[in-house]
């Protein structure tokens, strides 16, 4: 049975959880704090250590934590070294990594992998380019989505009400051995 881990089950790990779970994978989503989902388990630092509770070995990691970029305060670079790392032990078999097409300079909403990057003039660009070069150089992928932000609109709301889950073809694109 395939087996994924859903690093930041919330709006978009969250549905992401659902959707393999129907597709019959052993699926572990995290929070920071515990869940009544049997599904869920606990990923957070205290401090600077890693608290988790994750049991599947040699299964795939999809991390779709928000990096809240332009918080100061932000761990998010900590929270993904320390993801990594653990995946890393436990076997994991593949890492993904949802980011930004914020990474890119162009503005005319057209992006593809061949685009320029734009230049770390902000935190939240940084913390966006350095999050994806940890995840290519630790052999993981990167999966870039855009129009994920819209102004004064919760995004549970939004995603609820307007969009619908189709795992942008991870299924065919980055898990085909597992299906």
């Given at each position: 049975?395939?087996?994924?881990?859903?690093?930041?089950?919330?709006?978009?790990?969250?549905?992401?959880?659902?959707?393999?779970k129907?597709k019959?994978?052993?699926?572990?989503?995290?929070?920071?704090?515990?869940?009544?989902?049997?599904?869920?388990?606990?990923?957070?630092?205290?401090?600077?250590?890693?608290?988790?509770?994750?049991?599947?070995?040699?299964?795939?990691?999809?991390?779709?934590?928000?990096?809240?970029?332009?918080?100061?305060?932000?761990?998010?670079?900590?929270?993904?070294?320390?993801?990594?790392?653990?995946?890393?032990?436990?076997?994991?078999?593949?890492?993904?990594?949802?980011?930004?097409?914020?990474?890119?300079?162009?503005?005319?909403?057209?992006?593809?992998?061949?685009?320029?990057?734009?230049?770390?003039?902000?935190r939240?660009?940084?913390?966006?380019q350095?999050?994806?070069?940890?995840?290519l150089?630790?052999?993981?992928?990167i999966?870039?989505?855009?129009?994920?932000?819209?102004?004064?609109?919760?995004?549970?709301?939004?995603?609820?009400e307007?969009?619908?889950?189709?795992p942008?073809?991870?299924?065919?694109?980055w898990?085909?051995?597992?299906?």
């Open positions: 049975m395939a087996e994924i881990i859903i690093l930041g089950a919330g709006w978009l790990g969250k549905p992401l959880c659902y959707y393999f129907k019959k994978y052993r699926v572990e989503g995290t929070s920071r704090a515990p869940s009544a989902e049997p599904f869920m388990k606990v990923f957070t630092l205290e401090g600077q250590q890693l608290v988790h509770d994750l049991t599947l070995a040699e299964a795939y990691w999809v991390c779709a934590i928000p990096p809240r970029a332009s918080d100061p305060e932000s761990s998010y670079l900590t929270m993904l070294d320390e993801a990594l790392n653990l995946a890393k032990t436990m076997k994991c078999k593949g890492f993904l990594l949802c980011s930004s097409t914020g990474v890119y300079a162009e503005t005319d909403g057209r992006y593809d992998e061949k685009g320029t990057l734009a230049a770390p003039t902000s939240r660009i940084q913390v966006l350095e999050a994806e070069q940890k995840v150089s630790a052999g993981g992928k999966l870039r989505l855009a129009g994920l932000v819209v102004h004064n609109v919760n995004p549970d709301n939004l995603w609820q307007k969009c619908y889950v189709v942008l073809r991870l299924s065919s694109i898990f085909t051995e597992m299906t």
